[in-house]
């Protein structure tokens, strides 16, 4: 072989190397089940406006569930809207399971202690794959706001909201009746709490802001392991071949409305120097 050659195959070897690094999701994930074969770069758009901002996203009946402020909405994988419910403010980050989506909404304050006497008004309601309401669980555990859901092995993992001052995070386990299982406490502060939650191939993966504009990984024991950009503070479902489609807010033409958009990423480690900026915002596109 060739010098060249050699240096070549060299460089497509390292590639591959920091792909593998940087891409947590196995292609045996089975995302293909649900997901078309989506490639790099894809840009699917919520078609409509609605009130408040995306807050989540999930895959689930051959679709894709945006979870807005205050609307769910159901869309193929184009972006075209085949159902859509109005919901409680505010709803949050969804997950899909047993062919039922769970959102939950948090209906009293978001990021502050609640006020002597106030009951919780935390709940995870429960829909069918047409929108139609199932029920809903009570999670007042959550002291400071519902604001995202993910499965894992039958049991619910719920996150929320964190007033300013307060260290560290919290997630809340429930059984498959929601019966509260235990608190993982966790070693990472950020801004509000936490947004979005998933588990993914022995990782979870949390969306925030104040985490300079990054996705927090930790085990799947909740210890953290790094740092990821882009950050998926407003939802991501995960695709095979280690891509994920990261949801986005698109700024709307009528007045406290916005849009949805999700484009096809990839995780890759963020250049050095560039972890210690704070988002304090949504994630919006650019």
Same mark, same amino acid.
Request: some cysteine; aromatic content about 12%; proline content about 7%.
């Given at each position: 072989m060739t010098g060249f050659g050699i240096r070549f195959l060299a460089r497509l070897t390292a590639a591959?190397?920091?792909?593998?690094a940087f891409s947590p999701f196995a292609a045996s994930f089975?995302?293909?089940?649900?997901?078309?074969?989506?490639? #790099?770069?894809t840009r699917i758009v919520c078609q409509g406006e609605y009130p408040g901002h995306l807050q989540g996203l999930v895959a689930g009946d051959g679709a894709i569930y945006w979870?807005?402020?205050?609307?769910?909405?159901?869309?193929?994988?184009?972006?075209?809207?085949?159902?859509?419910?109005?919901?409680?403010?505010?709803?949050?980050?969804?997950?899909?399971?047993?062919?039922?989506?769970?959102?939950p909404v948090c209906g009293g304050g978001f990021n502050r202690k609640p006020k002597p006497g106030d009951p919780s008004r935390n709940f995870v309601h429960v829909f069918d794959a047409g929108l139609?309401?199932?029920?809903?669980?009570?999670?007042?555990?959550?002291?400071?706001?519902?604001?995202?859901?993910?499965?894992?092995?039958?049991?619910?993992?719920?996150?929320?909201?964190?007033?300013?001052?307060?260290?560290g995070n919290t997630v809340?386990? #429930?059984?498959?009746?929601?019966?509260?299982?235990?608190?993982?406490e966790l070693d990472f502060d950020s801004l509000k709490g936490i947004q979005t939650i998933n588990f993914v191939s022995g990782k979870w993966y949390f969306g925030c802001y104040g985490t300079g504009g990054?996705?927090?990984?930790?085990?799947?024991?909740?210890?953290?392991?790094?740092?990821?950009?882009?950050?998926?503070?407003?939802?991501?479902i995960p695709l095979p071949r280690g891509l994920v489609l990261i949801g986005r807010i698109v700024k709307g033409k009528v007045h406290k409305r916005s849009g949805g958009a999700a484009r096809v990423m990839r995780f890759t480690a963020p250049p050095a120097g560039k972890t210690s900026a704070r988002k304090t915002a949504p994630e919006r596109e650019k």
């Open positions: 591959a190397l920091f792909a593998a089975g995302a293909e089940k649900v997901t078309p074969q989506l490639k #790099y770069g979870v807005f402020t205050r609307t769910i909405v159901k869309t193929d994988f184009s972006g075209r809207v085949l159902a859509k419910r109005a919901m409680p403010h505010h709803s949050g980050d969804p997950c899909w399971h047993g062919g039922k989506l769970y959102v139609k309401p199932l029920g809903k669980y009570p999670v007042p555990e959550l002291e400071y706001g519902a604001g995202g859901i993910a499965v894992r092995d039958g049991h619910f993992f719920v996150v929320g909201g964190r007033p300013k001052g307060l260290s809340y386990e #429930y059984d498959g009746d929601f019966k509260p299982v235990r608190r993982h990054l996705t927090i990984e930790t085990d799947e024991n909740f210890r953290f392991t790094r740092k990821l950009r882009p950050n998926v503070a407003t939802g991501m």
